[in-house]
T-cell receptor
Framework: GEDVEQSLFLSVREGDSSVINCTYTDSSSTYLYWYKQEPGAGLQLLTYIFSNMDMKQDQRLTVLLNKKDKHLSLRIADTQTGDSAIYFC???????????FGPGTSLSVIP | DAGITQSPRHKVTETGTPVTLRCHQT?????MYWYRQDPGHGLRLIHY???????DKGEVSDGYSVSRSKTEDFLLTLESATSSQTSVYFC????????????FGSGTRLTVV
């Protein structure tokens, strides 16, 4: 089955760019997601990309997909202290199948 | 998200007692999911539903059962709670919007003592 991997921790200075990386194993994954979880809260969908896309930009967020290497990244430009959270990469083969989550990357932003 | 609510938000229960967690949605989505979140394990799927009375097991279903008698409600029951079921439980719904991504509830923090 699908397995999603991420580094567990990332620390950046306020104002710098953050890049969170993710790899997945199932080349059939068509729907790829980034979620954000703040302390004590549920997961919030940040952005998504379909496997027929290479890049997606949404304000400060840029998602890059390398389908050949099964590698997904999330870049946050001008990182702010409010971006401190856990970021989950997730993948799904279909629009109704279960979504598989990575372990989450804890992003710390240093003022 | 206003379209999905979980209750209760917090619960402390004793080992061996049955516990039911409720997930309620107002989006009329067909697909609903129960996950648990534990340190070091991330999110793991317990059970999911693809329609009224249609449910299936996830990767960590032992000790849990679910029911869905109405589109809007998905119940998770711990038949006889154990300390290993102490966790944060999240319900999610999936619809056409947002790239078919999940919308999560706020979670239920369950402690089994």
């Amino acid at each position: 089955g699908e397995d999603v991997e991420q580094s567990l921790f990332l620390s950046v200075r306020e104002g710098d760019s953050s890049v969170i990386n993710c790899t997945y194993t199932d080349s059939s994954s068509t729907y790829l997601y980034w979620y954000k979880q703040e302390p004590g809260a549920g997961l919030q969908l940040l952005t998504y990309i379909f496997s027929n896309m290479d890049m997606k930009q949404d304000q400060r967020l840029t998602v890059l997909l390398n389908k050949k290497d099964k590698h997904l990244s999330l870049r946050i430009a001008d990182t702010q202290t409010g971006d401190s959270a856990i970021y989950f990469c997730a993948a799904s083969e279909t629009s109704y199948d279960k979504v598989i989550f990575g372990p989450g990357t804890s992003l710390s932003v240093i003022p | 998200d206003a379209g999905i609510t979980q209750s209760p938000r917090h619960k402390v229960t004793e080992t061996g007692t049955p516990v039911t967690l409720r997930c309620h949605q107002t989006e009329n989505h067909r697909y609903m999911y129960w996950y648990r979140q534990d340190p070091g394990h991330g999110l793991r799927l317990i059970h999911y539903s693809y329609g009224v009375k249609d449910t299936d097991k996830g990767e960590v279903s032992d000790g849990y059962s679910v029911s869905r008698s109405k589109t809007e409600d998905f119940l998770l029951t711990l038949e006889s709670a154990t300390s290993s079921q102490t966790s944060v439980y999240f319900c999610a719904i999936r619809g056409q919007g947002k790239g078919y991504g999940y919308t999560f509830g706020s979670g239920t923090r369950l402690t089994v003592v």
